[in-house]
């Protein structure tokens, strides 16, 4: 018999473990629970519109958010996304960021565009040691804060550039106007007092900020007059777009007339508003959105994989606008995927879903179960992994690094709008910064015009093409600089299948101007599972030979580009210049230290389609033919059986002795010239064993059913036709939609809306 000791131990075990069981359902429940990643992002203030960067922003982070969840998740939990918008005010902002940080399963913050809104929230998010990935410049308001990063360049890299440029073009007596109040602009002003040891005393003018932009008269007015007399010889504008370009026409209406920096805005904004003459001097702009007219090769690849998805993104006016709103024009309507505002959308948006995806890989190797204050603490030591030269994460837009200011490590571009062209290009030299240091780095204006593209093989997957090479540049390079880095390399030289003959008396083009004329043999990735019907991409990809020596392209605008040239066997689509960067490793100081080395490359790419008029002549309308023969053999009487199967069997034997004698293209997966084999073999060989079927139930008395087989051969051939045409007929349509179904859809819409 158990002392009453005894019981009182027993039962306090028994309530332990009681205890016990219900703590580890309480944790295995909140392990359960998703975790929350705060995407933050400003639409239009007026609440009028939401921008398409609004909707790009939500449709690639749910998007990358679902890949992460398909992935196992962080640390065993699912990843939901959580949307915060301040519409531009910093009152906004705060309330949002108070909102997310109550949340106890919040792992991230993505976002936030604003140093100025940013500053309001930094020490809340910082002392929470939630992980935030930003789109702050100014690296010095969440310096203090490890847990916090920028997805945007640093000022102080920048700040580098501009001091730079301004050296070299020999400004002395700079101005500088902005709105008082904006932490970026504040600190782009003060840095410009000291140039390379020059002590250049830049006059500054600030206006008062409004909630709407406008300008204050009076400020402005005083402004533009002390410009005036202090004989300034270049102005920076951080002003944004529309009062940017306002200001710019008074300037010029006052009779100053000196080149123009936009440090806040964008030039191809601000022009529309400065029409004709207005303003007759160079533009200069931070090149945020890479090289002008030249897109993101990595980017494009995806868009050409996957075609038929949502890749536009247009304004679109709010369903809850205020009556304001309704004065004010509908958005301007996007129907090119490479247009430049869709393209900046598009850019933002998945930026965002690369920062989901660069946090759940920073967070890989946490075990299950891990409790939130050790998630958040191992994304953020995965971010500061991620050293720029060290460690990168190749995303969809871009390769993530961090500089030693945590804000991604990217290059600062200069571009240009002379006051004699219409087109924005890079400025001539660059000033990038390297290993701690600027360097000026030249541009080289290349243009290639092809004169034909022919020989083409997909598999030995490669082309040969011919065209001619123009570059011109203020720097010292020539065509050995120059690697072509798809050119098909000698399997016994190891070296380039590529003649280059110098064009000269070029004079009239201009000193500087090099031209050649290249014949060579080219690789490419092709894509066969839609061939013989197929679009392919067809480029020429050059990058420096010399990685010491590096310099960046820039391609003429798309409306100088040659448009018509001879194509065997293709038709030309479209082309676009692309740009990528390759990734080399190299060995560190020591034997186990590695150093990351980006080369930047570009390339001509030409989208073609495939002519398929010897296909249809040689497939399509012999196996037609076959077709047709075997439908018409089902009305051959029954006691002909033999004569029906002999014809069957022969169209069927016809049609493999077709697919062994027409040319074939080396691919691992089944094309589209192999699934209408497929399906024919398919068809006849059903109609042979419906034709034997129909007659043994005949034989059988079995009338009932030997009707119902000869009313199932009668249909099941015109099936089988309309459904393969349909698909061969799609993948000819640009749209991926056959004109069959659509003309079918049509009706039935037509059908249903008569019906309502």
Known sequence: MLSAASWANRSAIAVGLFLLGVIGLATGSLASDPLTIAVMYSSDRNRCFTPGVVTSIRHFTKRRAA?????????????????????????????????????KNLAAIVGMSSSTRGKAIVQKIGAAKVPWISGMSRGDIYAAYPNIFSMEPAVVDEIA??????????FRQPAFIGFSGDLYAERIASALNDVDGDETQVAQHWLPQTDDYSLDEDALQSAIDAIKMANSDVVFVALNSGPGAKFLR?????GISIPAFVVLGRISRMKPLLPGDTFKQDMFELGREGVPDVYNERLQQRIWKDAHTRWIFEDARSPDAPAACASKAEPVSISDVRSRN?????????????????????????????????????IAKGLASHRQGKKIFRGWWQDW????????????LLVRQRSDETDITLAPKQYVLRGGKVLDTPVVYIAVDPVRIYRVDSNEKTFQAEFYLSFRTEGDISLSDIEFTNAFRSPLSNEPVISARRIHGTDQAGPGLKLYRITGKFTFDPELNQYPFDRQRFSVSFQPSNTTSPFFIQPPPPRLRKADFDTDGWRKITSYVGSDQDIISVVGNGAGDKVIIPLDKFNYTWIMK???????????VPLIVILAVTYLSIFIPAQRLESVVAIQVTALL?????????????????????????????????????SILRVNFATLEWSKAAAAVKGVQLTFMPIVVLLMSDYILAQNAATGVSPIRKYIGDIVSHITTRAL
């Open 67 to 103: 890949e992460i969840n398909a992935n196992g998740g962080i640390a065993g939990r699912k990843v939901r996304v959580a949307y915060f918008d301040d519409f531009a005010t910093t009152k906004e902002t705060v309330k949002n960021t108070e909102a997310a940080l109550t949340d």
């Open 161 to 170: 550039s501009v001091r730079r440029f301004v050296a070299s073009r020999g």
């Open 250 to 254: 008074r300037l010029t209406e006052a």
């Open 342 to 378: 869709n393209r900046r959308a598009i850019g933002r948006g998945v930026q965002h879903g690369d920062a989901l995806m660069l946090m759940a890989e920073a967070a890989k190797g946490l075990e299950p179960g891990a409790n939130i204050t050790d998630i958040r603490s191992a």
């Open 401 to 412: 690094s961090f500089a030693p200011s945590r804000a991604v490590g990217e290059q600062t």
């Open 610 to 620: 495939r002519l398929a008029t010897d296909y249809y002549l040689q497939v399509i």
């Open 654 to 690: 016809s049609s493999i002795a077709l697919y062994l004698a027409i040319p074939k293209v080396d691919s691992d997966q089944a094309t589209t010239s192999d699934i209408v084999f497929v399906v024919t073999y398919t068809a006849i060989s059903v109609m042979l064993g419906l």
